[in-house]
């Protein structure tokens, strides 16, 4: 969301057909749009979470906060 207006890219992927049938199988009501959508938001998520969790014990709090 960029200053309150949705904003894509159109692109063309070249994915094998059972990487999708997979991915359409997990998420059996999204377009594929939706499904690969979805799952590069998870991926990032997951990538995220797995940085702070191997930050534990080295980032520093201010005990007034």
Same mark, same amino acid.
């Given at each position: 969301?960029? &200053?309150? @207006?949705? +904003?894509?890219?159109?692109?063309?992927?070249?994915?094998?057909?059972?990487? !999708?049938? #997979?991915?359409?199988?997990?998420?059996?009501? $999204? +377009?594929?749009?939706? #499904? !690969?959508?979805?799952? @590069?938001? $998870?991926?990032? &998520?997951?990538?995220? $979470?797995?940085?702070?969790?191997?930050?534990?014990? &080295? !980032?520093?709090?201010?005990? #007034? #906060?």
């Amino acid at each position: 969301l960029a &200053s309150g @207006i949705l +904003s894509a890219i159109r692109t063309t992927l070249d994915i094998a057909d059972g990487l !999708i049938d #997979a991915l359409m199988a997990r998420y059996p009501t $999204a +377009s594929k749009t939706e #499904a !690969i959508a979805i799952a @590069i938001a $998870a991926h990032l &998520s997951e990538d995220a $979470a797995g940085w702070l969790r191997g930050q534990a014990g &080295s !980032i520093a709090f201010d005990e #007034a #906060a």
